[in-house]
């Protein structure tokens, strides 16, 4: 088991899915109450993301990330390379990294947990390429368009969803679909999520109107992985390709990739702390 940190500071993101600045002030609490006070304060979007040099600074060896997927992921590329130790704590929508890492548990057992020395350290598997990197999921193909209607129905902008609506169905069913390589079928995504193992592949079907609907009520429900799909390969390196420049979403964040890219298991950039074993 690790001790706790002497040094903490804290990340936030005042637009996350269940930012209470109540909840915030709480947390730092419990670190005090540990004699362990933080010793800095980051909340975004107000504020920039720290930097490795302004930790080493500062003297942090201990970034607790608190926020979504989204959130923990930034901060993973910004501190890549730091060689303190990162918390992530439930502060987003669907929180799958958190799970991953701590299981189904409240935010409450996580941090006694780690405040009384019962958590250890690893470095996660994750997904990467030329465009970035995916602690828990990378996802390439038309069908991303859905993360940006799962968005504002988060934000509760019901208008704007229903807006985009009409893009995500033509480009689910009409958009360049995506190949594994070496597999001649075609998907309307396909999904990636690092593991111990490798890469493990997925490919997404929405190309029926039932289907459709399933991989539609999936995005903006929850989790997209619950919609139609087919178990692939899981490897280490992989390589996607389409008749266009490939549409990626790493950890729900919107990137850009060529028409074909090569994907990679490659460990974190740093330590985080586990109170579970990684599956």
Known sequence: MTPP??????????????????????????????????????????????????????????????????TINASVAALAGWDGTLLALPGGTLNLLVKQLHGERELEAILADVLSGRAHRDVPPTVACAAGRAMVNMLAGPTTVWAEVREHVRQRELASAAALVPEALEESLAGDPVRLAGDAREFQAISMTPSRDGIVVDGLYADSPTLLLR????????????????????RPTVTISSDAPLGLLMDGEHADGAASVTFRIEPAPMAMLLTMPLP
Do not use: M
């Not at 269940?18 to 010793?39: M, N, Y």
């Not at 060896?61 to 979504?68: E, I, K, R």
């Not at 997209?224 to 087919?230: A, L, S, T, Y």
């Open 5 to 70: 940190a002497r040094r903490p500071a804290l990340v936030c993101n005042s637009q996350s899915g269940s930012f209470d600045s109540a909840r915030r002030d709480w947390i730092a609490e419990q670190f005090a109450a540990a004699g362990t006070p933080l010793v800095a304060d980051y909340c975004l979007p107000d504020q920039k993301l720290p930097d490795p040099a302004r930790l080493v600074a500062d003297g942090v060896d201990l970034a607790v990330v608190w926020g979504g997927d989204g």
């Open 215 to 234: 991989h539609a009520i999936a995005w903006v429900g929850g989790d997209f992985r619950d919609g139609p799909r087919e178990r692939l390969t899981a």
